[in-house]
């Protein structure tokens, strides 16, 4: 089974709905993120949590929320989608004494119309 | 805030010949961690390499090896033995405390049979 898993993996929306995307990791990692890549960039950081009681923004924040509803899971949510949130989501988990290593879920296409 | 610059968009290879990608960064810092990811068309980012800059020898991994440069902050990727399932975006990656994961812009591999 995969360290960490993503839903869905491709989800098509409409410009204005509400949707969540979640992230779930059996890595036993305290730090979790949330990365956005658009075609032909690296990935840019939305949130980050480095434990259940703390959240942080990142570079690209506005227009996203997110919640750490355990250790092991971390949601980003799209309060009103519009179309230039199309991108590639992914999640990712690091363990502060594994040399800051990140490791990544398959990640989510989302398509918004 | 740091940055980091891949200058070759595409690169290419042929199966069993060695290439080796750049990348170059900016930091002020001298306590962080490179990393070099690859994407292949599954989109999933695979960890291929890290190094810690206080270690002054070179990261290696079966194919992949790295030439650190620490006062040139240059920090390149050399794949010897070119396979086809190379084939991928490969993203060169800056972490320090106090600072996210930072990514360069990728550079796209293509291993010709």
């Known amino acids: 089974d995969a360290d960490v898993t993503q839903t869905p993996r491709n989800r098509i929306t409409k410009t204005g709905k509400r949707i969540m995307l979640e992230c779930s990791q059996t890595?036993?990692?305290?730090?979790m993120y949330w990365y956005r890549q658009d075609p032909g960039l690296g990935l840019r950081l939305i949130y980050y949590s480095f434990d259940v009681k703390d959240i942080n923004k990142g570079e690209i924040s506005d227009g996203y929320s997110v919640s750490r509803q355990a250790q092991a899971k971390f949601s980003l949510s799209l309060e009103s989608a519009i179309p230039n949130q199309t991108a590639l989501y992914f999640c990712?988990?690091?363990?502060?004494?594994?040399?800051?290593?990140?490791?990544f879920g398959p990640g989510t296409r989302l398509l918004v119309l | 805030a740091q940055t980091v610059t891949q200058s070759q968009p595409e690169m290419s290879v042929q199966e069993a010949e060695t290439v080796t990608l750049s990348c170059t960064y900016d930091t002020s810092e001298s306590d962080y961690y490179l990393f070099w990811y690859k994407q292949p068309p599954s989109r999933q980012m695979i960890l291929v390499i890290r190094q810690e800059a206080y270690k002054q020898q070179n990261a290696t991994e079966n194919r992949f090896s790295v030439n650190f440069q620490k006062a040139a902050k240059s920090f390149s990727l050399k794949i010897s033995d070119s396979q086809l399932g190379d084939a991928a975006m490969y993203f060169c990656?800056?972490?320090?405390?106090?600072?996210?994961?930072?990514f360069g812009g990728g550079t796209r591999l293509m291993v010709k049979p």
């Open positions: 890595k036993g990692h305290d730090r």
């Open positions: 990712a988990t690091s363990d502060p004494s594994g040399f800051e290593t990140q490791y």
């Open positions: 990656a800056y972490y320090n405390a106090g600072n996210m994961l930072t």
